[in-house]
């Protein structure tokens, strides 16, 4: 089992109040990582760490270190990390422009997709690796925002594939979708982890138990406990993730 990310010592703070504390932690390349804990544990700093999407945040500091692949993220240039290091919201947010133009955005933009015929190929493939070609391919010219929720989200997914990344981060990203749609980004992300390393944040508990290779529990800044999510769920080491996943709190 080889590493993707090996987190040290971590600690991050807003306005100097420590939220994330003295945190130590790896990704498995092509595991579906799951963090759970109740609102204000610290999940949300944790992934803006990771791709350091919270760098321009002037309130933000942070001590220890983040790796991936054995670099150090600081090492590397902040538009080449993000796109190795992929982020899905809550809220899926497509761009108002069409299906096709969504997804060739970045691309195009970034320069390294650019012939009309890749482009197309590009469209079809990341379209049919989040279950949506079928879909959408007569409508490829539509606004994205005719689309429903489920769908938006799984546009936004293949928007993030069409950048090659090489690690997913997912925020809750079911938290606004029926149990149907929910159930397809659920059998997506299983499927996505043949390719990518996934960390998954969700503020449900079943979905970790359904879809992570191993699930950490974050309480008030502080990972309690990480393990196999079999182990996790039926034998908690500590009596808090205990709590916690048998609903007792939170
Ligand atoms: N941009 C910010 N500025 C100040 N405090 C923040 C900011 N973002 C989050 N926090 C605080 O940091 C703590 C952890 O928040 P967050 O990482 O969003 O937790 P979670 O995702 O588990 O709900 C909370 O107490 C939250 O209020
Ligand atoms: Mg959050």
Same mark, same amino acid.
């Given at each position: 089992m080889v590493d993707k990310i090996k987190i040290e010592n971590l600690s991050c703070y807003y306005n100097k109040k &420590?939220?994330?504390?003295f945190l130590n932690l790896n990704v498995v390349k092509n595991e579906i990582l799951g963090v759970i804990g109740p609102a204000n544990s610290g999940k949300t700093t944790f992934l803006r760490t990771l791709n350091r999407m919270?760098?321009? +945040?002037?309130t933000y500091s942070k001590k220890g270190s983040v790796y991936l692949d054995d670099d150090?993220? *600081? +090492?590397?240039?902040v538009e080449t990390l993000r796109r190795r290091v992929g982020m899905l919201f809550a809220m899926p947010i497509p761009l108002p422009m069409s299906i096709y133009d969504n997804i060739t955005y970045a691309p195009k933009r970034l320069g390294f997709v650019t012939k009309k015929i890749d482009l197309d190929n590009m469209v079809e493939s990341v379209l049919r690796n989040v279950s949506l070609w079928d879909e959408v391919k007569d409508r *490829?010219?539509? $606004?994205?925002?005719?689309?429903?929720g489920g769908q938006q989200q799984r546009l936004c997914i293949a928007r993030v594939l069409a950048i090659n990344p090489e690690v997913i981060l997912f925020d809750e990203? &079911? $938290?606004? *979708? +029926?149990p149907i749609s929910t159930a397809k980004i659920e059998e997506l992300m299983i499927g996505l982890k043949e390719k990518y390393t996934i960390v998954l944040v969700t503020n449900n508990v079943k979905q970790a138990s359904r879809v992570s290779d191993r699930t950490a529990f974050f309480l008030m800044g502080k990972l309690i406990e990480v393990d196999k999510t079999g182990k996790l769920f039926v034998s908690p080491k500590k009596k808090e993730t205990e709590d916690y996943i048998t609903g007792r709190f939170g």
């Open positions: &420590c939220v994330l504390e919270n760098d321009f +945040d002037a150090d993220i *600081l +090492d590397i240039d *490829l010219c539509v $606004s994205a925002v005719k689309m429903s990203p &079911c $938290s606004g *979708l +029926d």
